[in-house]
């Protein structure tokens, strides 16, 4: 559903800022560097009252260095649905997560990091969710190779490159533990040598 004059005047004024604003898309670009309060005023006017976050999600072209978010917020009440563009360039892919605003920002924003690696500051629980942790790639990027046998070679040395870190820091964990039995072994055997003299 196509937004009214005064709802598209409105969102003029809530977003001066805004890079564009075409009303009859309904389509809004910000900068990367965008304020959250931008969509908590987006959410919070009775005019606009775009409380849903009904999507977020990110593209990288062919011909531009870096990727662009993607938000469909909407107002159930009202029945219309905003999009908003946040072109990021490759050099700065982080943005401030929307957690505090939608709380369904959460797990898509896990998402994007992990098939995009845009970093959200700010998120309550910054890690992948598809993906364990240990990938250093992100699968829906233009340079990630899709021949199965180097992804599974570089998996196998990363898993192999994170189990001797986890093995080192055990030992290195196990080693206050074994001192502190030695010495109370040796303790102990003190103790039995000055009871045998003294008896």
Do not use: C
Not at 120 to 126: A, Q, V
């Amino acid at each position: 559903m196509s937004l009214s004059e005064e709802t598209a005047n409105r969102i003029r004024e809530l977003v001066p800022e805004a890079e564009s604003w075409d009303a009859e898309s309904a389509e809004l670009t910000l900068k990367g560097d965008f304020s959250t309060g931008i969509f908590a005023a987006l959410r919070d006017d009775p005019i606009t009252d775009l409380k849903y976050l009904r999507n977020l999600t990110a593209f990288e072209r062919m011909d531009e260095q870096g990727v662009t978010l993607v938000y469909h917020i909407a107002s159930l009440t009202h029945n219309h649905t905003v999009t908003v563009f946040v072109p990021l360039s490759e050099d700065a892919l982080v943005v401030q997560s929307l957690t505090p605003v939608f709380s369904a920002a959460n797990w898509q924003e896990r998402e994007v990091y992990d098939m995009f690696g845009v970093r959200f500051e700010g998120h309550p629980d910054h890690r992948r969710i598809l993906l364990e942790d240990t990938f250093d790639f992100y699968p829906l990027r233009k340079n990630f190779i899709l021949d199965p046998a180097v992804n599974l070679r570089n998996i196998k040395e990363r898993e192999d490159e994170m189990l001797k870190k986890i093995l080192a820091a055990s030992e290195e964990k196990a080693k206050p533990a074994a001192a502190s039995s030695e010495k109370s072994a040796s303790s102990s055997k003190s103790d039995d040598s000055k009871k045998g003299e003294a008896e």
